[in-house]
């Protein structure tokens, strides 16, 4: 399975914005859809957003569409997060994850995801 590491994460304020990286080790990075995905104490891990293995689509939760990017450069396996106009309620630790599944969404099944990083919006 891919091994995921993400970084980037740390404190801002409201409006702010911030970028999440993702680093793939792997052979077959390339054939995974990659999604990010985020955690709350006491909640359900939330669905964000996903990217297709080529980059040619992508899916966004209602919550952070338009504010939301996620891109990937697949020479480096590299995924990111692009961050903006951060609220207060985006606060939560941001995951990373990989699937094999053609169709994006929250109901994909993730293979593999990472350890978290903290993303802290003040207001």
């Known amino acids: 399975q891919v091994q995921l590491v993400e970084s980037g994460g740390g404190l801002v304020q409201a409006g702010g914005s911030l970028r999440l990286s993702c680093a793939a080790s792997?052979?077959?990075?390339?054939?995974?859809?990659m999604g990010w995905l985020r955690q709350v104490p006491g909640k359900e891990r939330e669905f964000v957003g996903a990217?297709?293995?080529?980059?040619?689509?992508?899916y966004y939760a209602d919550s952070v569409k338009g504010r939301f990017t996620i891109s990937r450069d697949n020479a480096k396996n590299l995924v990111f997060l692009q961050m903006n106009s951060l609220k207060p309620e985006d606060t939560a630790v941001y995951y990373c994850?990989?699937?094999?599944?053609?169709?994006?969404?929250?109901?994909?099944?993730?293979?593999?995801w990472g350890q978290g990083t903290q993303v802290t919006v003040s207001s």
């Open positions: 792997g052979r077959t990075f390339r054939s995974y859809s």
């Open positions: 990217i297709s293995w080529s980059g040619g689509r992508t």
């Open positions: 994850a990989a699937a094999m599944d053609y169709t994006l969404g929250p109901r994909m099944s993730w293979t593999s």
